[in-house]
């Protein structure tokens, strides 16, 4: 079988046949292997088929990430049904637009999640959900015996699915307005996930860890089906907490954590009083928990870059390697399977090497589309997506993110760009992160630190433009003061009336 395989069921097949003993998927209760995931999802597939899921049917599952979310996920893909994962944070008039967004025919739920009854939230919206015709109890899926009639055909169903077929519609946190659907293929799903594996130092002997959830497509792309592809180990659990992160680490000898750098600081901060043993981490690993001799110097490893639109990162450098000095601070370069182009913002043409403006995107590994929405609505006449980012590619194509279009904004008619700030105040000694936006015509900044204001204020002065440093700011200790979504993502506008507010309470935080 090639070792391309385009479709999740060849890919389980595969990984069953030259990998059947490693471990595929570890949690903190169970541990599987390749062949113990290709028997399991062939049964579960069965089950789903004796239920009445074929190809196409659309299947909504909301549990926290474990190796039952794994099994279930794959076997509904290898029958060829739409997988959509939904976030165990919706609350529930939330979750019943999703449901409807995405048109979904069955609902596979855990019975109660960190005191969410999603089950019941959906009985009190059915009415709003036509397309809805069975809500499951994910215990009783797992549980579910298939008849020998579904178990001698399920093969044969799986393989009428193709590259081409839609294989998942995950819903984006948004930056702005309600999340959107977005639908990708199995084709360009597995492409995109292949095409960062080496950017993301990921192979057949990584033991990968990472504390997104399953239902983005971090955790999804960049942990279930990366470590599909490599045929590495999948190690998670479904309540990320600094002392049993710890200790899963040092147990399953974790060889690679990536993630968000400000949940690697924060188990950084939290591993001498565990006491964990972390010598297992390699280099490509979040550098907070690695040891000094294996950091690299600030700005010289590429933040990789992504959406859920690219299924993931579209770009990056080997995270264990500095990149040339002159894309310093940068996201890397676009990988294999993606053209980039940055256009004029208002015209949308394309502008020379160097200048700012929004990122656009086209080629095999973007969506397929977004429910509900013409393919006009989302792509250009020729094929581009408008990504709504920011950003510059150098003459070496190298992107420089910016931030978003509708983040940036005027001071005394110049343009500021928030992502650049923040990145100036984390190079701040002692600054643990750094939030910015506009306040009342003015640059806000949310600072980590234990720092003064006017100690920031200082710093910042010596790193960046008189007008980008902020006059209005907020220092705060830890990471709970800073506002953030259901989705993890900072909210924007909630930090903007958190600045507002503490600039009016405390005058001293704003400076002329």
């Not at 020379?352 to 973007?366: C, S």
């Not at 958190?498 to 309470?505: F, H, V």
Request: aromatic share 6%; net charge neutral.
């Amino acid at each position: 079988m090639s070792d391309r395989a385009d479709t999740v069921d060849r890919l389980v097949r595969m990984r069953a046949e030259c990998a059947g003993a490693s471990v595929a998927v570890i949690d903190p209760h169970t541990r599987i292997s390749y062949r113990e995931l290709d028997v399991t999802t062939r049964d579960l597939a069965a089950a789903f088929v004796d239920a009445g899921v074929g190809k196409g049917t659309r299947v909504g599952l909301i549990m926290p990430n474990s190796v039952q979310w794994v099994q279930l996920a794959v076997a509904l893909t290898r029958i060829g049904a739409v997988l959509v994962p939904l976030s165990t944070l919706l609350a529930p008039p939330e979750l019943a637009a999703q449901l409807r967004t995405a048109a979904v025919r069955m609902l596979i739920s855990v019975t109660e999640f960190r005191g969410h009854r999603y089950l019941d939230d959906v009985q009190g919206h059915r009415d709003m959900l036509p397309a809805l015709t069975r809500v499951w109890a994910a215990d009783d899926v797992l549980a579910a015996a298939p008849s020998s009639r579904a178990t001698h055909i399920v093969d044969a169903l799986s393989d009428t699915v193709t590259s081409s077929d839609l294989f998942v519609i995950m819903f984006t946190s948004g930056s702005s307005g309600p999340p959107k659907g977005v639908m990708h293929s199995h084709g360009s799903a597995l492409a995109a996930v292949r095409s960062g594996l080496d950017a993301r130092c990921i192979t057949a002997d990584t033991r990968l860890y990472l504390p997104m959830p399953f239902f983005w497509v971090g955790g999804f792309g960049s942990g279930v089906l990366s470590a599909l592809l490599a045929g590495a180990t999948l190690v998670t659990e479904d309540i990320p907490r600094p002392e049993t992160t710890l200790r899963l680490l040092e147990r399953e000898r974790v060889t690679l954590f990536r993630g968000w750098p400000d949940q690697a600081e924060k188990l950084a901060r939290q591993s001498d009083s565990v006491g964990a043993d972390l010598s297992s981490l390699r280099p490509g690993s979040l550098e907070a928990l690695l040891p000094p001799e294996h950091r690299s110097t600030p700005g010289a490893r590429a933040t990789l870059f992504g959406m859920t639109e690219a299924f993931g990162p579209y770009c990056g450098y080997r995270a264990d390697t500095d990149m040339p000095r002159s894309a310093w601070g940068s996201c890397g370069r676009p990988f294999a399977g993606m053209e980039v182009r940055i256009t004029d913002s208002e015209s949308g043409v394309p502008v020379a090497a160097g200048v700012i403006g929004e990122i656009q995107l086209r080629g095999p590994h973007v969506m397929r589309g977004i429910c509900r929405r013409t393919r006009e609505e989302v792509f250009t006449a020729e094929g581009w997506y408008r990504t709504g980012d920011l950003g510059r590619l150098d003459r070496d194509g190298f992107l420089f993110y910016h931030g978003r279009s509708d983040d940036m904004f005027k001071v005394s008619g110049a343009t500021v760009y928030p992502s650049e700030v923040e990145k100036a105040l984390r190079t701040i000694d002692g600054v643990g992160g750094a939030f910015v936006t506009e306040v009342s015509g003015a640059v806000g900044a949310l600072v980590i630190s234990d720092h003064s204001a006017d100690r920031l204020r200082a710093e910042a002065r010596a790193r960046l433009s008189a007008f980008k440093v902020p006059t209005v700011w907020l220092v705060v200790g830890d990471d709970a003061a800073v506002p953030r979504k259901a989705t993890g993502k900072v909210d924007v506008r909630a930090l903007r009336d958190l600045l507002a507010a503490s600039s009016r309470e405390q005058p001293a935080n704003r400076a002329p």
